[in-house]
Nanobody
Framework: QVQLTESGGGLVKPGDSMRLSCAAS????????MAWFRQAPGKEREFVAT????????SYGDPVKGRFTISRDNAKNQMFLQMNSLKPEDTAVYYC?????????????????WGQGTQVTVSS
């Protein structure tokens, strides 16, 4: 079992940066692919970024490419999402997710474990 807890959300202005953290419990964290998804009001959950177990492979959704960076610290059981040049359209609840397997998928349905989410609001 893996339990995930996000933190770091809040209110920022367009163009600002923010870093989200995801703390994981469980010994097998370091072997699991991890991902970030987000969901805005009235919209479906959207893929943001994913990382394989080592961080050697990453993938990003088109809306965030070049602005967001996913990383992980397996020794500390943590994953991060560095978000730069934030836009109002980045406003959403951000969720971290993990899956028991080896492939870092972009589809939310492939992830077994989810955090409770953290709100990110980008507004002037």
């Amino acid at each position: 079992q893996v339990q995930l807890t996000e933190s770091g959300g809040g209110l920022v202005k367009p163009g600002d940066s923010m870093r989200l953290s995801c703390a994981a419990s469980g010994r097998t964290f370091s072997t699991y692919p991890m991902a970030w998804f987000r969901q805005a009001p009235g919209k479906e959950r959207e893929f943001v970024a994913t990382s394989n177990w080592s961080g050697g492979f990453t993938s990003y959704g088109d809306p965030v490419k070049g602005r967001f960076t996913i990383s992980r610290d397996n020794a500390k059981n943590q994953m991060f999402l560095q978000m730069n040049s934030l836009k109002p359209e980045d406003t959403a609840v951000y969720y971290c997710a993990a899956r028991s397997g080896s492939v870092a998928y972009t589809e939310a349905r492939m992830y077994n474990y989810w955090g409770q989410g953290t709100q990110v609001t980008v507004s002037s």
